[in-house]
């Protein structure tokens, strides 16, 4: 552009161009058109590139919560089972399901031995001074 304008003002001092010179002059304002459109078209690329840069921060952010959910989720249900098969370890309880009373369902001494071994083996022990 600075150039072009040059041979611009060289023009209106009369000076003599050449031929490639006098066409450039002539394109002048094309050119200047041309740049002005140029940036335009960089503003608004730029706007989509910050647009697209919040939309994926937005979209991990979301990711984010959602495995932060899912993960909660898996850590209630894991208390929830412990707490079930910690309950099989209490005296009063097997002797609830031995003769299927209370409300619990009766379960073979067996069954319920496995279930006790699996809840020893799962169930951290609890420290109630803590």
């Given at each position: 552009?600075?150039?072009?304008?040059?041979?611009?003002?060289?023009?209106?001092?009369?000076e003599?161009?050449?031929?490639?010179?006098?066409?450039?002059?002539?394109?002048?304002?094309?050119?200047?058109?041309?740049?002005?459109?140029?940036?335009?078209?960089?503003?608004?690329?730029?706007?989509?590139?910050?647009d697209?840069?919040?939309?994926?921060?937005?979209?991990?952010?979301?990711?984010?919560?959602?495995?932060?959910?899912?993960?909660?989720?898996?850590?209630?249900?894991?208390?929830?089972?412990?707490?079930?098969?910690?309950?099989?370890?209490?005296?009063?309880?097997?002797?609830?399901?031995?003769?299927?009373?209370?409300?619990?369902?009766?379960?073979?001494?067996?069954?319920?031995?496995?279930?006790?071994?699996?809840?020893?083996?799962?169930?951290?022990?609890?420290?109630?001074?803590?």
């Open positions: 552009q600075l150039k072009l304008e040059d041979y611009k003002d060289r023009l209106k001092k009369g003599a161009l050449n031929q490639d010179q006098l066409e450039a002059v002539e394109k002048y304002d094309e050119v200047v058109h041309n740049l002005e459109f140029a940036k335009e078209l960089q503003k608004t690329f730029s706007g989509l590139s910050q697209l840069l919040k939309a994926q921060r937005k979209a991990q952010r979301r990711e984010s919560l959602l495995k932060l959910e899912a993960e909660k989720k898996k850590l209630r249900t894991i208390l929830q089972v412990q707490y079930v098969l910690q309950n099989f370890t209490q005296e009063h309880v097997q002797k609830d399901f031995k003769g299927g009373v209370n409300g619990a369902i009766y379960l073979p001494s067996k069954e319920l031995d496995y279930l006790i071994r699996f809840a020893k083996l799962t169930c951290p022990e609890r420290n109630e001074n803590l």
